[in-house]
């Protein structure tokens, strides 16, 4: 960690930024985003450039990067990534090994997000964390007393089943409502996480 952990701890966030269903649900059971794409993103695509301008690391799981990897198409055109990423680094938490992507940061580790949390916290450089997906990893940040934020952008579909948005019991005394808004087709909705360490 840097010198100062104390500082960089109260400036950075740990958010979990996604999108869901109605009901309730990332993705298909199968991982697929289908349903997400089919809908009117412009004022969507806004919000989340908004949000990349206070982020200095990203961090995801395996799924969740084998799927952009796939739908970018980041093997053959690896520039996509930076593109809208720019030069942040990226730890992708997986068991197993997987293909990186020219010119980009991506640092693959293994293991519980605690163990690594120093690290990503150095990565971010006092900006915000950001916790792509999937579900489970955010549960392991809730776990370890690390997630700050949950901003859901709440879309206009409905799954009949698939990954959970956050599968782990919070209940009110944990979720503070902080934010409510409408972008395009979705409702934004953001909540504190009470008692999470990453605050200092």
């Given at each position: 960690m840097s010198a100062t952990p104390g500082i960089v701890a109260r400036m950075t966030r740990a958010i979990f930024?996604?999108?869901?269903?109605?009901?309730?649900?990332?993705?298909?059971?199968?991982?697929?985003l289908g349903w997400l794409l089919s809908i009117p993103q412009d004022d969507a695509a806004a919000g989340i450039t908004d949000f990349l301008e206070r982020v200095g690391v990203l961090v995801e799981g395996?799924?969740?990067?084998?799927w952009v990897l796939r739908h970018e198409e980041l093997t053959t055109h690896p520039e996509r990534w930076q593109e809208f990423y720019g030069e942040r680094p990226t730890f992708v938490f997986t068991s197993r090994t997987l293909p990186g992507v020219p010119g980009a940061d991506f640092r693959f580790v293994h293991g519980s997000v605690a163990e690594h949390w120093a690290q990503v916290l150095d990565a971010a450089a006092g900006k915000d964390v950001w916790i792509v997906g999937g579900g489970e990893l955010a549960?392991?940040?809730?776990?370890?007393?690390?997630?700050?934020?949950?901003?859901?952008?709440?879309?206009?579909?409905?799954?009949?089943?698939?990954?959970?948005?956050?599968?782990?019991?919070?209940?009110?005394?944990?979720?503070?409502l902080t934010g409510v808004r409408q972008i395009g087709a979705f409702a934004e909705l953001t909540y504190r996480v009470n008692g999470a360490a990453a605050e200092g």
């Open positions: 930024y996604t999108a869901s269903t109605l009901n309730g649900f990332l993705a298909t059971a199968d991982d697929d395996s799924a969740t990067y084998e549960g392991q940040f809730i776990d370890a007393g690390l997630l700050t934020d949950l901003v859901i952008t709440v879309a206009p579909a409905t799954l009949t089943g698939g990954k959970p948005l956050l599968p782990r019991d919070l209940d009110h005394h944990r979720l503070e």
